[in-house]
């Protein structure tokens, strides 16, 4: 047995090492520079050629301001918040460090200080990696802080070099970002709203963040929380008076125009994806993001930015005038995204009116409008893929005929009918009565009848939709996940920018590639890792892609998208109109470029964002996707693919089983509506197949630059409406310029709820 005096010297002599190497440690490491810290480079963004974009972050962003310059309420709420013992303390906190150390040992995240000074020092080294070699550095700086430097400058050192969001680093940059006044004018609700920023802006700037926790909405009510607590605890800690505290009850209005500093136009939108995709790719933080240093190369062509620009402003100034009608003209959206069909590469988008118009939702990256019509493709190519029940599993050809009747019952997988939320059995409305008997899918496709696809989607089923639509690049969280007829008409709602991508998929054969919008990154002279193209993946078989392009073509050449034929070279593509004309797209591709336009209404300041009516939106009835989208994707594609050779689609090779001939049902006596529900054709309407307009001695449109097919001395039929009856899960509409003049349309038997029962269908 070792004796107590051994014991003891092996215990002293082990301290005496470890206080020894402290000490030497404490000695051999500097004090962090405020002025170096807070001096972040800016990042700079190219466009594909290689020339710069914008520079953003860095010196353009931060002013390092004195103690002097930082009111005492800003100082309260920090100390308040974070280290209430910051005046007494040493710069550590034992019990963080103590955590900082088992983490370390036990493999875990080797973030632990928790003190102002520690934290000043982190930010000093936020280019570095986070490891232990870091963390013991940090530690000793932070010791040698707390016993050599004055508080204030620690203190001023920190809000100095903190992240605040919205591009801003530094208290002084951050107050002209939040609320466009200098630092040492911010009052104590202001300097408790720049307090709880400092928790981590990208959840807690009510601007919104990254990732799907950070919604504006979520992002506000955290802060709003946070705001009121660091508040109540600054009087806690006796560092406000209630009766102060007591003034303070609405949360502090904000200012937008630094941020849109340096960010017009469409910079801003751009600037945004890119700094997404990047920290995606890598893992980098946004606070390490606005640290700078970055140049990133976009892929974003700069020509065809400025081409769907115009292509939308144009339409815009001529189309919308809200002063003559406010109550419908205002708080009408634009938004568009184009792909490069053989690389995913976003060559263009257009997000909105820009930031410097206070707009900075992106609306080629928003989510909750639906497709509509557009949804369709997806249907037929997962008929062709897959088959139907009727067909055995055999892949069925675009020649299938489907009974395409106003108000035909739908069946679901049992071949019983679908029942309505009546106990009724479920009729799917078309936008037109017209009777169609029975139709192909491809001719379904080119006029946009509701009815095939409604029953086409419970013949293949639900799932197998979606499997297709995920292999083309529609996001799985986007996907309305209800398995009811409204599925098959749009009711999902994937941005402009999945659209565009997803369809290329369809023009390039079936190949499938992911967007992305970086191609490359510099830092510090050295090319960072992961930036490569991503790979290409095999979503469908070549020929059933291609036969889809056929269909598309067709809609197009003979469809719903004529419009689209001013473009002048082989196009396919798909309209898309939802219930109550509450969003219009179009999305179409040719060869080289895949380009999806949506058309929305709703106001951006609302706290539901809620979809508005486009009926009457530029003195017309309705808006359908073959008309405004259209106008706008064939401006833009035409300037796009100015000089370009002209190419062909491959040839599409018949490939499935005609349905009708597998097995497909039969017209039977449940497929024809009921006296109690139908509503008798107009004389007006034409028993023909082939709609043909009849004449009302009134114009059929306005001449106007964005109604390209316009010839102001045709008369004719009014367009159909999208307004439509409800049925299980939603009410459909359907969409069609070309449909003849309706009758009298039926009352809504019901109405319909702006997500559960939007109901898409072209236009």
């Known amino acids: ?18 206080f020894a190497g402290a000490g030497i440690g404490i000695a051999s490491v500097g004090t962090p520079d405020a002025n170096k ?9 190219q466009w594909a050629d290689g020339t710069q974009m914008v520079a953003t972050g860095g010196t353009t962003n931060r002013q390092i301001v004195p103690i002097d310059q930082i009111p005492l309420s800003m100082r309260n709420a920090v100390i308040a918040a974070e280290n209430e013992s910051f005046e007494t303390d040493k710069g550590v906190d034992p019990m963080g460090i103590a955590r900082a150390v088992v983490n370390m040992a036990t493999g875990g995240s080797t973030q632990g200080g928790s003190t102002i000074t520690q934290q000043y020092v982190k930010n000093t080294y936020l280019d570095s990696e986070q490891t232990l070699k ?47 006044k200098d630092a040492k004018d911010l009052n104590p609700s202001e300097s408790a709203f720049l307090a709880s920023m400092l928790k981590g802006p990208n959840l807690y700037n009510p601007d919104g963040g990254i990732g799907p926790a950070a919604t504006p909405e979520a992002n506000e009510k955290r802060a709003r929380l946070r705001w009121a607590w660091v508040l109540d605890r600054e009087v806690a800690v006796g560092r406000m008076a209630q009766s102060e505290r007591d003034k303070y009850k609405e949360f502090p209005a904000r200012v937008d125009s630094e941020q849109a500093r340096g960010m017009s136009g469409q910079t801003g939108y751009l600037v945004e994806v890119a700094k997404q995709y990047v920290m995606k790719t890598t893992g980098i933080t946004a606070e390490k993001m606005a640290l700078g240093g970055y140049t990133i190369t976009t892929t974003f062509e700069k020509p065809r930015v400025d081409a769907l620009v115009k292509a939308v402003e144009d339409t815009r100034n001529d189309f919308l ?78 020649d299938s005929k489907y009974n395409a009747d106003d108000r035909t019952v739908i069946n ?72 009811n007829a409204s599925f098959a008409l749009g009711t999902s709602t994937p941005s402009a920018i999945r659209m565009a991508d997803s369809y290329a998929t369809f023009a390039a054969s079936g190949t499938h590639r992911e967007p992305f919008s970086v191609k490359k990154v510099v830092k510090d002279g050295k090319q960072v890792p992961g930036f490569e193209p ?50 219009a797209w179009f999305v179409g591709y040719t060869p080289e470029l895949s380009t999806s336009v949506t058309l929305f209404r709703n106001d951006p300041t609302s706290k539901n964002k809620e979809l508005m009516s486009m009926n009457h939106v530029g003195g017309v009835d309705s808006i359908h996707g073959g008309d405004i989208p259209a106008a706008i994707w064939t401006e833009y594609m035409r300037e796009a693919l ?46 023909s197949v082939s709609p043909s307009p009849s004449g009302n001695g009134k114009p059929t449109c306005k001449p106007r630059p964005w109604n390209l097919n316009c010839d102001p001395t045709a008369t004719g039929g009014a367009n159909a409406g999208t307004d439509a009856g409800t049925g299980p899960g939603g009410s459909p509409d359907g969409g069609t310029s070309t449909m003849p003049s309706p009758p009298t349309r039926p009352g809504r038997p019901g109405g319909s709820s702006n997500w559960g029962s939007i109901m898409g269908a072209s236009g």
């Open 534 to 583: 991503p790979k290409e993946s095999r979503a469908m078989d070549d020929s059933i892609a291609d036969n889809v392009t056929k269909v598309l073509r067709n809609v197009v050449e003979n469809g719903t998208g004529t419009k689209a034929k001013k473009l002048g070279r082989p196009a396919a593509g798909k309209t898309g109109t939802t219930d109550q004309n509450k969003s």
């Open 412 to 483: 679901d997988r049992s071949g019983k009918p679908l029942l309505g939320s009546d106990g009724q059995p479920f009729r799917q409305k078309n936008e037109s009565e017209y009777p169609y008997g029975y139709v192909t899918l491809n001719e379904a496709m080119e006029k946009s009848i509701n009815v095939p696809f409604a029953q086409l989607v419970f013949d293949v089923g639900h799932s197998k939709v979606r499997e297709v639509a995920k292999a083309t690049g529609i996001l799985e969280e986007s996907m309305d996940k209800n398995n």
């Open 321 to 398: 005038d809200e002063k003559k009608r406010p109550q419908y003209d205002t708080y009408v959206q634009f938004g568009a995204a184009s792909v490069d069909v053989k690389t995913g590469a976003i060559v263009a988008l257009y997000g909105g009116p820009g930031w410097d118009h206070k707009y900075f939702a992106n609306n080629a990256n928003t989510s909750g409008v639906p497709v509509g019509s557009t949804w369709k493709p997806y249907v037929l190519a997962a008929a062709m893929q897959y088959g139907t029940q009727n067909s055995k599993g055999s892949g069925i050809s675009v």
């Open 134 to 180: 870091r963390k013991v550095t940090e530690l000793f700086i932070a010791i040698k802080l707390g016993v050599s430097e004055e508080k204030d400058v620690v203190l001023a050192g920190y809000l100095n070099t903190a992240y605040y969001g919205r591009d801003a680093y530094g208290i002084q940059a951050a107050a002209r970002a939040y609320f466009g």
């Open 37 to 45: 810290a807070a001096k972040a480079q800016n990042n700079v963004f």
């Open 642 to 687: 100015k000089g370009a050779p002209v190419k062909q689609f491959p040839e599409a090779e018949d490939i499935g089983v005609i349905a009708d001939a597998a097995g497909a049902p039969q017209p039977t006596p449940s497929a024809v509506p009921s006296p109690s529900v139908s509503v008798s054709p107009s004389p007006s309407t034409s028993p």
């Open 1 to 18: 047995m070792p004796s107590w005096k051994l014991v003891g010297g092996t215990f002293l002599g082990f301290f005496a090492v470890i």
